[in-house]
Structures are given as C-alpha cells and as structure tokens.
C-alpha cells in the first residue's frame, strides 16, 4: 500500500519547518525584525564579531546572499561593517549594543519554544527525534556525494 505524497520524509519536514518558520517570523515581527535576520545575528559572534564569508555557510547561504540582510541589519542600527585591518577585502561584522540585545531576544524566543516542545512531547522522544534527525541528514548528505560522484 502506497503512501499519500503529504506522508514522505521530506514533505514532514518541509511541513513542520514552514509552520515553525511562520511561527518564529511571527515573533520576530513583533521585535521589527524576520526570522532570516534572528537567524543572522545567532551567528555573529557578540565580542570577536565574525566575517559574512563565515556566517554564510551556517545559513546555508553564499556570502554574496547576505548584502540585503546586512544592509536591513546595518540601517536598523543593529551592527556595523568595519574594514578588515589587514586585508581590505574583508569586512567584519560587529553587533552593537542594540545588536546584542535583539540577539538574546532572538535566543529566547528560541530558548522558549524548546522548553514548551520538550515539555509537551517529553525528554526521550525529542532525543529519539534527534537522533532520527541526525540519520536522515547523514544519510542525504550520503547520498548527495554519491549522486555528485
């Protein structure tokens, strides 16, 4: 017996990360910012600051993706560009206090949301979902080098 296509693997994901995805950006507009740029400043390091080059890839983004982002961020006074010392090719991304801030709120609104998850659905079955997460991925991540061989 065949399964409906709304019961595949990757339909339950793509499902559940649009509604989370919907869920989050709805919190974020209450804080006059998106989901992209909360997922944005969670990685840029608060002290050191971090380069776009090195945010990018935990996006899953090219860096050359992220101006629009950069530019929202940098006009809502959240950080600020300064020029890379020794090479003039890079620029370091630095939060400012408002930065840091809408940081933690980002953190929280995270924070929350898997205190309430691990609340309803329990210790052991959100690590079993860990772990069925994690095998999924490496399996893809498999696949997809076998599939570019």
Same mark, same amino acid.
């Given at each position: 017996?065949?399964?409906?296509?709304?019961?595949?693997?990757?339909?339950?994901?793509?499902?559940?990360?649009?509604?989370?995805?919907?869920?989050?950006?709805?919190?974020?507009?209450?804080?006059?910012?998106?989901?992209?740029?909360?997922?944005?400043?969670?990685?840029?390091?608060?002290?050191?600051?971090?380069?776009?080059?090195?945010?990018?890839?935990?996006?899953?983004?090219?860096?050359?993706?992220?101006?629009?982002? #950069?530019?929202?961020? %940098?006009?809502? &006074?959240?950080?600020? /560009?300064?020029?890379?010392?020794?090479?003039?090719? +890079? $620029?370091?991304?630095?939060?400012?206090?408002?930065? #840091?801030?809408?940081? %933690?709120?980002? &953190?929280?609104?995270? /924070?929350?949301?898997?205190?309430?998850?691990?609340? +309803? $659905?329990?210790?052991?079955?959100?690590?079993?979902?860990?772990?069925?997460?994690?095998?999924?991925?490496?399996?893809?991540?498999?696949?997809?080098?076998?599939?570019?061989?």
């Amino acid at each position: 017996m065949s399964k409906k296509h709304t019961e595949t693997i990757d339909s339950k994901l793509k499902t559940a990360w649009q509604v989370v995805s919907r869920m989050y950006n709805a919190e974020a507009v209450l804080h006059d910012a998106t989901l992209a740029m909360g997922h944005f400043l969670l990685n840029v390091d608060s002290h050191e600051g971090s380069y776009a080059s090195d945010i990018a890839p935990a996006l899953g983004m090219e860096s050359t993706s992220l101006s629009r982002i #950069i530019q929202s961020l %940098e006009e809502k &006074k959240l950080l600020q /560009r300064i020029p890379d010392t020794k090479d003039g090719r +890079k $620029i370091k991304i630095m939060l400012t206090k408002k930065g #840091i801030a809408q940081k %933690e709120v980002a &953190k929280n609104t995270i /924070r929350n949301f898997n205190h309430i998850v691990e609340l +309803k $659905i329990g210790k052991e079955k959100l690590c079993d979902f860990f772990k069925t997460i994690d095998g999924i991925i490496e399996l893809a991540e498999e696949r997809n080098k076998l599939i570019k061989q």
